[in-house]
T-cell receptor, first 113, second 114 residues
Framework: EPEVTQTPSHQVTQMGQEVILRCVPI?????FYWYRQILGQKVEFLVS????????KSEIFDDQFSVERPDGSNFTLKIRSTKLEDSAMYFC???????????FGPGTRLTVL | AQSVTQPDIHITVSEGASLELRCNYS??????LFWYVQSPGQGLQLLLK??????LVQGIKGFEAEFKRSQSSFNLRKPSVHWSDAAEYFC????????????FGGGTRVLVKP
């Protein structure tokens, strides 16, 4: 069964450094999402992406964050200058169409020191 | 704005006993509703979903959920819990427009005792 994959599984970085989290969506999916889950807290929506542009973003998704699909397969989340509070599990999710299930990847645990 | 409340943070249940997890949502139209399960250190696995039609939906691993519009609820049930059901369970509501984001509840951690 097709799966969403994410790399790396764990990323440790120093505060102020840039990180790029990568997601490979299920091949025929058209809608892409990033969510995050700070340890012990609920899963929070960051951004949705369709047709090579952002559809919606949350208040969390400020100018330090960006997304792109550079090669038509990978879907990336970039954090330009990481802060301690960016430490979280980041989940990618994808879906085929609007009225469809979002399938989640296994997540990338980001630790900012 | 959409929101989800899961009133129970922790539930402990004996193996073989029944389980019910509560979920209340707030959304201005007919919602898409989901239950996901997360085992420790793992991602989110879909248990079941409601889009329309029959308000009692069946999912994987013997779970079911009932959509009650009048109560704005989508409670998850399992008649007989197995030790492998110990995990965290998240209810989510999906918008039917724009980016179709999911809004999650705070989760309910289920502990299963022998």
């Amino acid at each position: 069964e097709p799966e969403v994959t994410q790399t790396p599984s764990h990323q440790v970085t120093q505060m102020g450094q840039e990180v790029i989290l990568r997601c490979v969506p299920i091949s025929n999916h058209l809608y892409f999402y990033w969510y995050r889950q700070i340890l012990g807290q609920k899963v929070e929506f960051l951004v949705s992406f369709y047709n090579n542009e952002i559809s919606e973003k949350s208040e969390i998704f400020d100018d330090q964050f960006s997304v792109e699909r550079p090669d038509g397969s990978n879907f990336t989340l970039k954090i330009r200058s990481t802060k301690l509070e960016d430490s979280a599990m980041y989940f990618c999710a994808t879906r085929i169409g609007i009225a469809d299930t979002q399938y989640f990847g296994p997540g990338t645990r980001l630790t900012v020191l | 704005a959409q929101s989800v409340t899961q009133p129970d943070i922790h539930i402990t249940v004996s193996e073989g006993a029944s389980l019910e997890l509560r979920c209340n949502y707030s959304y201005g139209a007919t919602p898409y509703l989901f239950w996901y399960v997360q085992s420790p250190g793992q991602g989110l696995q879909l248990l079941l979903k409601y889009f329309s039609g029959d308000t009692l939906v069946q999912g994987i691993k013997g779970f079911e959920a009932e959509f009650k519009r009048s109560q704005s609820s989508f409670n998850l049930r399992k008649p007989s819990v197995h030790w492998s059901d110990a995990a965290e369970y998240f209810c989510a509501v999906g918008a039917q427009a724009a980016g179709n984001k999911l809004t999650f509840g705070g989760g309910t951690r289920v502990l299963v005792k022998p």
